[in-house]
């Protein structure tokens, strides 16, 4: 007789292998250069002709600054478009571009040959039973879907100092992740990121040098530093702030910056200094809330694209 532990590590198990055999693992899915999140955004975008970007938030289950950087991407990229909204003249809806619109004929001849040739290797009968069987238990997963399990998640996050046994990878894994969905950075970028964390946590020993992370059972899951070294003349720099999608709007993004401003001024740094992108809107209305000001903008291309560079700087105050 099976028992409840071993259904429930049954079912588990079983849930792994298709995340895994869909290819969910991969940053890309679906044979397109797009990740999970954004292949579904076009699906479901363009299974209903439009969508607002709360709508589309709704059906991805995804909180509101991680669909605005998804839509921004996907704009950037040319996949989606805005147009008036057919029902509220007053607003906008996104729409599949036609550039959105062969990435999705793409997407479900690449899907549907994957489901065909997968129910091919079954007897007719079963196909019923396997359709049913995927449908009852995501009704199921939706029924136990709560606010406060969401909530829960981001009551055990946990912010460290200093340096932790993997940091610089998880640190290079966010930054590409983020920055190849919304302006479509590479290696060269991963290269960069991942190279400078290198060198500076080298130099974690120096007192005028920290880095900050978030953790969450085990996993880490953000970072921001404080570099005093680099820029000389008592200037500090601030770097490598990243943020994972899952925690996006619980306030961690708030407490890093907390973190690496006092940091700042207990340093004695007259200036500190950061840069960063255009049409980084949340990211920039955060910068501003700590007394950051845009001193400088200029076009760059040392990341491997062409993107709009901005420089911020925050003076000390008192």
């Not at 909180?63 to 991407?73: C, D």
């Not at 007897?123 to 939706?142: M, P, T, W, Y």
């Amino acid at each position: 007789m099976v028992t409840d532990s071993e259904f429930v590590s049954g079912i588990r198990s079983a849930s792994r292998n298709l995340v895994r055999e869909l290819g969910f693992m991969g940053r890309t899915i679906a044979g397109t250069k797009l990740s999970p999140s954004a292949v579904h955004a076009l699906i479901e975008i363009g299974g209903s002709g439009e969508l607002s970007a709360r709508e589309l938030s709704e059906r991805l289950l995804l909180e509101k600054s991680t669909i605005s950087r998804l839509v921004q991407g996907l704009i950037n990229k040319g996949e989606l478009k805005q147009v008036r909204s057919s029902n509220d003249g007053r607003s906008n809806n996104l729409s599949l571009s036609t550039r959105g619109g062969r990435t999705l004929e793409q997407i479900n001849r690449f899907a549907g040959s994957q489901v065909t040739s997968a129910l091919k290797t079954v007897d007719a009968n079963s196909h019923s039973v396997i359709l049913a069987g995927i449908q009852k238990f995501a009704e199921a997963l939706r029924r136990v879907r709560t606010p406060e399990q969401i909530n829960n998640t981001h009551q055990q996050l946990e912010i460290k100092t200093g340096y932790f046994p993997g940091i610089i990878g998880r640190a290079a894994q966010m930054h590409a992740d983020y920055y190849s969905e919304l302006v479509s950075f590479g290696e060269v970028f991963e290269s960069a990121v991942a190279g400078g964390l290198s060198e500076f946590v080298l130099r974690l020993n120096n007192p005028v040098n920290e880095i900050w992370s978030v953790h969450s059972i085990g996993r880490i899951l953000g970072s921001i530093s404080i570099d005093g070294e680099d820029l000389g003349g008592g200037k500090g720099h601030l770097r490598w702030f990243i943020l994972e999608d899952e925690i996006r709007g619980s306030g961690m993004g708030k407490k890093l910056m907390d973190q690496a401003v006092e940091f700042c001024d207990q340093s004695g740094f007259k200036e500190t200094h950061l840069w960063t992108f255009k049409g980084l809107d949340a990211a920039r209305s955060l910068y501003e809330r700590y007394g950051f000001i845009l001193v400088e903008e200029r076009p760059g291309s040392q990341w491997g694209k062409k993107v709009v560079e901005q420089q911020f700087v925050r003076e000390l105050f008192g």
